[in-house]
């Protein structure tokens, strides 16, 4: 009896801990439609460092998001990954830096037009 009752303390520091680790982050309704504010050209290959502006994607052939052209962030991966779905083709970004997590949003270059829905409250009440 005496290890069931350690354990809730302990259970009750998880999720404790869960909530702190959602404060600050963004809340995400997929699919999210994102807006390019420049050419933004998408390679199949990843190079020795990803570039500024750039979309990196897993398979398929390069392509260009044209300046104004939208797309869709329908899945967000592990580690700041994404799959998006442009002209009814899906790919795998291996960078998607409008996510929480990295210090540049390249808020110049991307436009999240709908899908977010704010912030997780800085503090919990």
Known sequence: MKL???NRPIGMACVALTALSTIGQTKWRLPVTIEAL???PAYAEETRGQARGVLYVGRGESF???KGQRFLMVKIHDEGGCR???EKKQYDASSCPWLDGFTDHQEDVF????GRSGRFPAAIR
């Open 84 to 86: 998006i779905e442009f």
């Open 4 to 6: 069931k009752s350690m």
């Open 111 to 114: 436009k999240v037009v709908s």
């Open 64 to 66: 260009t998001v044209k």
């Open 38 to 40: 420049q050419d933004v």
